[in-house]
Structures are given as C-alpha cells and as structure tokens.
T-cell receptor
C-alpha cells in the first residue's frame, strides 16, 4: 500500500514568487491536511480538505491556499513568497479527518531566498 | 484559549531507562481530541495515539503508555525500556471539535528525546 507522497522534496524560490506543492494521499483517504513546520513557530496547522472542500483552516494569511481534486490529491499554493515562508511543509491523509489516524508524507522543504 | 504546553524541550536518557514526556493542555471545550506524534530524523510525522475527551482510560501499546488525566489537563506519554530508535522529537496536539467535521488544531512545541546507547 503506497504511502503519502509529497512533491517536490526540496524547493528553492525567490521572494515574491509563488509556489505550488503537491500531495498524493493514500488510496481511499478523503481527508488531506497541510502543516507548516519552522524552527521559530513550530508545527502549525494550515488547512484541511475533505471531498474537494476546505473544511478547516488554521490562522494563516490568504497567501496560503489549497485545493483538492476529485481523486483526493491536493495542492497547496503560496503566493508572494516571503523569507519567513521557508519551512518544512507536511501533508497528511486520513480516511475521514482528524478523528481517525493520519499518515504523513516526508514533507517538502521550501527555502525562500 | 486553546494551548498545548510541552515544558521539556529536550530529554536525554540511557538505553533501557523509562522516560515520561509531559503534555499539559488548555481548552474550554468539553469535546476535544488529544494526540501524540513522533518525528524521527527523517522528518515525517508518525501518528502514535488519539484520545477523545470522554475516554480517560489509560492506554498501553507495547513499550508505550499514555496517562490521560482531565483533572490536571495532562496527557503524558511514557516509554518503557527506551531504545536508541526512540530518539526523535515528540509532539502533543489538541483538537477542539466544533462538530460537523470542523475543528481547531494546535501542536505543542515538541520534546526532543535522545536515547544514548
């Protein structure tokens, strides 16, 4: 059974650019959630998508957005990148949401220069 | 306000010692979930346990055990006979369940556990 796949694994972008990260959940999982991890702010919840709809959102500016496709794959987009957006972005999939076990990908390491 | 405190930033133990990681939470809700995750050096989070606010029974899974006490708002995690492979950062998390699949979700700052051979 394939796990959660995040692409790319590493990314370097310039301030002001935008970036799209991808997450392929475990087959059959309908919930995909995204997290940002930085040394300063720690691990923070970004948002969750369930059946193509954003169901929950953390406290992040509108520059952070996402979407989910009919096959449950999800993308996260960050526009107008800032240096502070440099982080490890983790994606997790689960059957129905936070009330079930979540499986995480290895993350995308984004560096903004 | 919703808050998760992991006061232990880093703990070092010698292999085979028992170790307890503390987690104290704050919430005004009566319905919530508590979680523990492990983050090994590879980076991906590994789900360890989920406990809902109505289930105060302690849980044991192999060398791992969890003690949930609503009276002290704590959800502590104990590793018995620690092994080098237990070396990782451990996160405690709280989800306030708002119904209909909506929730607020926060993590503690993590405890780095080093198990020395």
């Amino acid at each position: 059974k394939a796990g959660v796949t995040q692409t790319p694994r590493y990314l370097i972008k310039t301030r002001g650019q935008q970036v799209t990260l991808s997450c392929s959940p475990i087959s059959g999982h309908r919930s995909v959630s995204w997290y940002q991890q930085t040394p300063g702010q720690g691990l923070q919840f970004l948002f969750e998508y369930f059946s193509e709809t954003q169901r929950n959102k953390g406290n992040f500016p509108g520059r952070f957005s996402g979407r989910q496709f009919s096959n449950s794959r999800s993308e996260m987009n960050v526009s107008t990148l800032e240096l502070g957006d440099s982080a490890l972005y983790l994606c997790a999939s689960s059957l129905t949401g936070v009330d079930t076990e979540a499986f995480f990908g290895q993350g995308t390491r984004l560096t903004v220069v | 306000a919703q808050k998760v405190t992991q006061a232990q930033t880093e703990i070092s133990v010698v292999e085979k010692e028992d170790v307890t990681l503390d987690c104290v939470y704050e919430t005004r809700d009566t319905t919530y979930y508590l979680f523990w995750y492990k983050q090994p050096p590879s980076g991906e989070l590994v789900f360890l346990i989920r406990r809902n606010s109505f289930d105060e029974q302690n849980e044991i899974s192999g060398r791992y055990s969890w003690n949930f006490q609503k009276s002290t708002s704590s959800f502590n995690f104990t590793i018995t006979a620690s092994q080098v492979v237990d070396s990782a950062v451990y996160f405690c998390a709280l989800s306030e369940w708002k119904g209909l699949g909506t929730y607020k979700y926060i993590f503690g700052t993590g405890t780095r556990l080093k198990v020395l051979a």
